[in-house]
């Protein structure tokens, strides 16, 4: 019944819409489109519509709709478990047909009369923060209240046709100065420089993930004493290599994770690669030709019995701790420096504490020539129209969109869309939906211009502010920006987590005090004081600035390195395991 009702849209369209009601996201749209008015047919409804005729609708702040409740007014429940359709057809006050007499006892009438209300007098009013809409009341909503998901009905995600870009591009010299322009890190040969100096041992499959382990608590206690300049051993075991659909179209994804996580620049291009012998994960996809030699790749099949494996490793983690070990800090500019920006755990005060001081000190280090990352797509969907503005050109807008395009069918084929994505604790922290969590966490990415957007576990061309695309997991968004080449990340939380990488360091920020005082010795700082009026978001960017230099710098370890508090290395596979 809509087509009709579509192609006929004139000035002016009369309505009855107990119908048509499903459709009402579709005609009133439509209406305001082509400046149509649409008057209500139905009896109450056309009541209401002309008593309002003359009042201006911000002064109206709810309509009170009645319902008689027909045969049933006054019965119990007890009652009612016991009713007839002849007893529903016994209408008190007047015979009509008996679909009209149904859902007239049944509240179906009414509860249609409700939804039409809500489109024709729109007094589901809209709930706004960061100056965007986060959805439509669905409720009177007493003020002071408590807004909850139940409350809401959630805005529509923001198209992705048409987006503008380059209409809100921050001058470099607009941007907070940086107090400091240079840090002490391990100059690489290409690429970002390390923030540390670790001997790093890759599997190309999970069958070599006991080994790899064993052998690295192995040279820990035997080895890496010998080498003081050699900051630790890390082993990066995943869930990928095997029972895989390898030549899938979204295959290259987790292939690129691994393949660039050999490639991270804390591991000074020394990495040890570590195969079965028999996966479908080889040597050649995740390694250049040079590197594929006994210098490097070790394969497990090749050797006689567990000793002679451990002891393989063992020989060639001695003969890279050596070369690692006359790698010393220098003094280095910003430039050579890339940080990831990611946040888990959040609650209502993230978006005005922790996230937007970490944006001011990404603002700073963006200035002073550093790359900085921040990702999680379905936390920054609602607000694509906002990043499109940064984007430095058309292009980098072009993959903001197929990326976020992508994204939406990859969860649309799970019958889900972005609004799957908050918490029980994200909302218990107050958090009423996926758009307000959406406009807080876009916070952490300051106000700089977006250079440059990557795909999951790219690594990047261009400095400044860049968008590298990856699922908003906390577990899969840190190692897809560590095989983007992060050598630290600083993580926002209101709700608290242990988080942590093995890689790098992970700097924690909360939103609270109350969490700082509840967890002393594993926040490593506290934006709270924003929230009290104590401190401007200024004040606590540039001491997170601070921060961020000093741990890169290896003057400050974060309190999940020193605890050992490493999450496993979850990289994004949307491609068929078989």
Known sequence: EILPLHSSLGDTVGLSLKKKIAAGHLIMPLAKQFGVKILPVDSEHSAIFQALHREKREQIHKLLITASGGPFRGKKTADLEKVTLEDTLKHPNWVMGQKITVDSATLVNKGLEVMEARWLFDKGGEVVRYGVVLGHAVKEIPQGSWVREDMLHVADCPSLEGLTWGTHLVPAEELPEPPVRTWMGYRNAAGPAGTRNYLGIVTTVQCAAGVVRSVTERIRRELLPKYPNVEGVVAITHAYGCGVAIRAREAGIPIRAIRNIIQHPNFGGEAIVVGLGCEKLTYDMVLPPEKINAETCITLQEQPGHAAMEQAILDLAEKKLRILNERRREELPLSELCIGMQCGGSDAFSGISANPAAGCAADMLVRGGATVLFSEITEVRDGVQLLAARCRDEETCRKLAREMDWYDHYLAEGGVDRDANPT????????ANIVEKAMGSIAKSGSSPIEEVLSPAEQPHRHGLIFAATPG????????????GIGLQVFMTGRGTPYGLEICPVIKVCSRNELKAQWPDMIDLSAGDILTGERTIAQVGEELFRWILDAA?????????????????????????T
């Open 424 to 431: 029980p604790g994200n909302k218990k922290g107050g958090l």
């Open 473 to 484: 997991s906390d577990i899969v968004c840190g190692p897809s920006q560590a095989a983007s």
């Open 553 to 577: 710098s290896g003057r400050r370890i974060p309190y999940s390195d020193q605890y050992g508090y490493h999450n496993d290395m979850c990289f994004f596979n949307p491609a068929p395991i």
